[in-house]
T-cell receptor, first 113, second 113 residues
Framework: DGGITQSPKYLFRKEGQNVTLSCEQN?????MYWYRQDPGQGLRLIYY???????QKGDIAEGYSVSREKKESFPLTVTSAQKNPTAFYLC????????????FGSGTRLTVV | GQQLNQSPQSMFIQEGEDVSMNCTSS?????WLWYKQDPGEGPVLLIALYKAGELTSNGRLTAQFGITRKDSFLNISASIPSDVGIYFCAGQEGAGNNRKLIWGLGTSLAVNP
């Protein structure tokens, strides 16, 4: 079955460390997105990419970095510059040609210890 | 970034009751989407609306695209315990599937069996 996979489901990080969250999709979607979700704040866009080797900052990009070397993959790195990284991170994808809604992964919960 | 005004913020109802929630925007949207998120999971698309005045059903769920194109509502009839979760609206301004979605802050629904 086609879908979008995020890993790991839970991630613990020590302060000062960079961590990378994985997002892979086999839906042949062009666009991919990273959101951060905090209680009571809904979904906030971190980065998005509409084509391989190109990506754009979202509303809260500071302290994060991404790459889009393959259509299927859009990893997110949470750097030590992100002051409050503990959150639930969601990856999504969408077909630009077909439109419609985003398909989401099941999320990664990152906790800084 | 811009956000939609989604209300109510939370609801606590008895099983079997009907539920209604809505989203409003200060700008005109071409697409309205309704998602449901279970705890610890990614949002799942419930209903997509593409035309002003459109009324679409998905089982016990019904959503409408407001004729002003600045609002949408979602109704759930005869609620059951598995309806528990957070419901998000999302909208897209303008034409073109490469445009980002704008999200509401969610309506948290609790159902008392």
């Amino acid at each position: 079955d086609g879908g979008i996979t995020q890993s790991p489901k839970y991630l613990f990080r020590k302060e000062g460390q960079n961590v990378t969250l994985s997002c892979e999709q086999n839906l042949n979607h062009d666009a991919m997105y990273w959101y951060r979700q905090d209680p009571g704040q809904g979904l906030r866009l971190i980065y998005y990419s509409q084509i391989v080797n190109d990506f754009q900052k979202g509303d809260i990009a500071e302290g994060y970095s991404v790459s889009r070397e393959k259509k299927e993959s859009f990893p997110l790195t949470v750097t030590s510059a992100q002051k409050n990284p503990t959150a639930f991170y969601l990856c999504a994808s969408r077909s630009i040609l077909q439109g419609g809604g985003y398909t989401f992964g099941s999320g990664t919960r990152l906790t800084v210890v | 970034g811009q956000q939609l005004n989604q209300s109510p913020q939370s609801m606590f109802i008895q099983e079997g009751e009907d539920v209604s929630m809505n989203c409003t925007s200060s700008s005109i949207f071409n697409t309205w989407l309704w998602y449901k998120q279970d705890p610890g999971e990614g949002p799942v698309l419930l209903i997509a609306l593409y035309k002003a005045g459109e009324l679409t059903s998905n089982g016990r769920l019904t959503a409408q695209f407001g004729i002003t194109r600045k609002d949408s509502f979602l109704n759930i009839s005869a609620s059951i315990p598995s309806d528990v979760g957070i419901y998000f609206c999302a909208g897209q301004e303008g034409a073109g599937n490469n445009r980002k979605l704008i999200w509401g802050l969610g309506t948290s629904l609790a159902v008392n069996p």
